[in-house]
């Protein structure tokens, strides 16, 4: 499975001054439980988003994609400075893509899962937008409605 993970606001923002316009722990949980024994691979700008202490995200291999070839990373974090290596990559395990949206474009073509949160929160003067995509070939396969928020999950049709 490569599966991109996301959380949008009703307008589609992702980020803002570099970090989450918002503060949802039981999604976060979500985000750890889905995610965690498995690999995560993220842009280098979502890399530098996370709190220090939160980085690499613990239990799980983590992958940052850079351009970078000097770019140092804690031991144990994979570079990866070419995204068609990703179906390749540690395929016996579940692959879960964190973002940003750089990340999240470039990489779509690759997954065949989706899960979505939909924050249902307008946010303003936001920097960093999901990118629009063509949801004809996927199809939802779970729905799961909390009070701030919906988890959606598609599978390719
Ligand atoms: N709401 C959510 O679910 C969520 C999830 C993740 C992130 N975010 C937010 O999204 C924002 C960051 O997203 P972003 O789009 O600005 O950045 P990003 O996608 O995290 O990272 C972009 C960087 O990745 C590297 N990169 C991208 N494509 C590459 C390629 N083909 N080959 C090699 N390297 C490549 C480049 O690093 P170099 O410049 O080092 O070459 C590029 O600058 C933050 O605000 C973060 O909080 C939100």
Redesign the pocket.
Known sequence: MIALI???STNNC???N???PWNLPEDLAFFKKITTGHTVI?????WE?LPPKYRPLPNRKNIV????KE?VVPEGVDIM???SEIPNLYPKTKRFI??????YK?TLAFADTLYITEVHMQVDHCD?FFPDIDMLPWKVVAQDEKEHFSIITYKRK
Do not use: D, F, L, P
Request: proline share 0%; glycine share 16%; charged share 15%.
């Open positions: 996301v959380a949008k992702i980020g803002k570099g970090t989450i993220m842009g280098r700008k979502t988003s994609i850079t351009t970078q770019y400075h070419n995204i964190i973002g940003g949206a750089q990340i470039e960093t």
